[in-house]
């Protein structure tokens, strides 16, 4: 199929953005990772499912510069400041309803007279009454940054009106937390093996986006949390843009850069 260079016009800035994938064991065979499907009207990747994620806002960065509120978690691009870790934190709280914190030096599990507190937490989040500092503060409790592996880092190719640069991470679940969608921004939620939700998106059962098919294929074949980490510890991602191009259809294919094969029409 015959395609069109990207415009000669500037690219976007991409926004600083984060996302986790929160993982646990399938009886010691396999990992399965929270996936969410984002709304149907959504402005960016509308109907398909992703990892809990979004843009860095300002009180993401203010929370980890806030001293004793943040569990110190190393350096890197994604060190404490950048506000990277607190976004993903604060967005799988938004969108699948789990806090990563400490209380007390303990992981923090919400009891069963404290679950309708934390949804009204939830509910001034989202609506931007909030922030996840004043939440943390109001309830004693340290952000679990330092509970975040940095495992992938993925941009918006340049050709693409809204763009992101995008940090992930990996974390275990909480074993007193359930996770719930917020019917807002997403409207679903299932555990999945990377290897099911593959199998299923093959099937055309399962949408996902050209980056996220790919972030599945690296999280394939591991057995358990521990064979995870090792995976991806010790090392800085490096990022990947994808390389797009526009077709004579008004479509569009993507590849990435040292990907001998040919494009995949978006």
Known sequence: MSSTP??????????PAAAVVVARERAGTSIEVLMVRRQVKSEFAPDVFVFPGGSVQPGDREAEMTPGLCVVAGGGITALGSGFRVAALRELFEEAG???AHRRDVPLAIERDAVGRFARYRQELCAGRATLGSIAAR???RLATDALLHWAHWITPEMLPKRFDT???LAGSPEDQSPTHDDLEVTASEWITPEEA???HARAEFPLVFATVHQLRALSGLPDLAAARARFMGREPRAIMPLATRTADGGMMV???DDPGDPVRL
């Open 139 to 141: 309830e004693g409790l």
């Open 98 to 100: 789990v806090l990563l």
């Open 255 to 257: 590849k990435l850069p």
């Open 167 to 169: 940090h992930f991470f």
């Open 198 to 200: 593959l199998a299923r």
């Open 6 to 15: 990207a415009s000669a016009n500037a690219p976007v800035t991409p926004r």
